[in-house]
């Protein structure tokens, strides 16, 4: 038993008071950051209708030379609303699609993903009028950016480069400052002066929606199905970003952490990977080995060795001019050509 302020008090249902001040304390500061080179955004508050659109972590080594300044734009347009549309560019396999998937996890960031292939119509990103059974008539049906808008998601137009322009040209309003999505095809009726007024629907765009942007570089002539980006649409995102490939040190502990091999593997998979992407640059071979690639020549190494498993992880995609390209260093190792 204490004194205090002329009150007995147990010391049981002290300790019980001290516990609960320290709940509410930790309450009150429960404001989460993610934090990289000293720039902090604020962790999204968790809500159940779109938890399930936050995309799962996976393991990610941040490296791009502009994490700071998505980081700083991103936190720019969750305080301050000031909107930051962002491009990324680079070889297929550098991480792009992977980079915006681990910031939407680390900030709970819930991300609507449309992939860019030639097959997205206007219905399926903007939406269409469909017969429903149950009414005997036709309703409305959200695609998937007003979806995304109503819902306060972010979008990730994956390899946008792969969709029509023609679609793609129904996204410029909702990126520049009108910040609206133009609904034409949905008819709603409203009530102007005791008339009824039929109007288009204009959906706008959430403050908190980010909008990305991947693309793979469509001037090599290497990635089939993708064209350029109209300038109009380019200069609406306000950043673009150029994605390379891992440095090696990072590269080789992706390999290591994701695949279990040991260092001394994978720093001869690196080194491979990286003589191919220097022949890629100078034109003197056509298939860069990607960091899927070194995966998945890693992951099979477990199982038949390194020099039997390049065969069909990466020398299957190789003509013989690459092969000779990477002829020196291959046989180093002891790896000869396929036959
Ligand atoms: N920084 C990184 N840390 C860990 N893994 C990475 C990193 N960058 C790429 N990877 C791995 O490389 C693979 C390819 O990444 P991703 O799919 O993001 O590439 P991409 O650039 O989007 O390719 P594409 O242009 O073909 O869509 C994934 O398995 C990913 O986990
Ligand atoms: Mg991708």
Not at 223 to 230: A, E, I, M, N, Y
Request: aromatic letters at 6%; glycine letters at 6%.
């Amino acid at each position: 038993m204490e004194l205090s302020k002329g009150r007995v008090i147990p010391t049981k249902t002290k300790k019980k008071v001290k516990k609960v001040a320290k709940k509410v304390s930790k309450k009150q500061s429960d404001v989460e950051y993610f934090e990289y080179k000293g720039i902090k955004v604020k962790r999204r508050p968790l809500e159940e209708s779109t938890q399930y659109l936050i995309p799962k972590k996976r393991f990610f080594i941040l490296e791009n030379d502009y994490v700071e300044e998505i980081m700083w734009a991103i936190q720019q347009q969750q305080e301050e609303g000031d909107p930051w549309n962002i491009l990324l560019v680079g070889e297929p396999g550098t991480g792009k699609s992977e980079l915006i998937n681990y910031l939407c996890a680390e900030l709970n960031i819930p991300l609507m993903c449309i992939q860019g292939d030639g097959e997205q119509s206007i219905a399926d990103l903007v939406g269409c009028i469909a017969f429903n059974e149950e009414k005997g008539g036709t309703v409305w049906q959200d695609g998937k950016i007003p979806f995304a808008l109503r819902n306060h998601c972010s979008l990730l137009l994956d390899e946008m480069n792969g969709i029509l322009p023609d679609v793609l040209m129904k996204t410029h309003s909702m990126l520049d400052d009108r910040r609206q999505l133009d609904l034409k095809e949905h008819i709603l009726e409203i009530e102007v002066e005791g008339r009824v007024v039929e109007v288009p629907e204009v959906v706008s765009v959430p403050n908190e929606t980010l909008v990305f942007g991947t693309m793979n570089p469509h001037d090599t002539g290497r990635h089939v199905g993708t064209k350029p980006l109209s300038p109009a649409l380019e200069s609406r995102f306000h950043m673009k970003i150029q994605v390379n490939y891992l440095s090696a040190p990072n590269e080789e502990k992706m390999i290591v952490t994701e695949t279990g091999v040991t260092k001394d593997i994978a720093q001869k998979i690196v080194t491979v990977a990286n003589e191919s992407r220097n022949a890629f640059r100078n034109q003197e071979m056509s298939t860069p080995i990607d960091h899927r690639m070194t995966k998945a020549w890693a992951k099979l190494s477990l199982k038949f060795g390194l020099e039997r498993s390049i065969q069909s992880t990466i020398l299957s995609r190789l003509d013989e001019a690459d092969f000779d390209a990477l002829r020196g260093v291959l046989l180093s190792y002891g790896i000869s050509k396929p036959v």
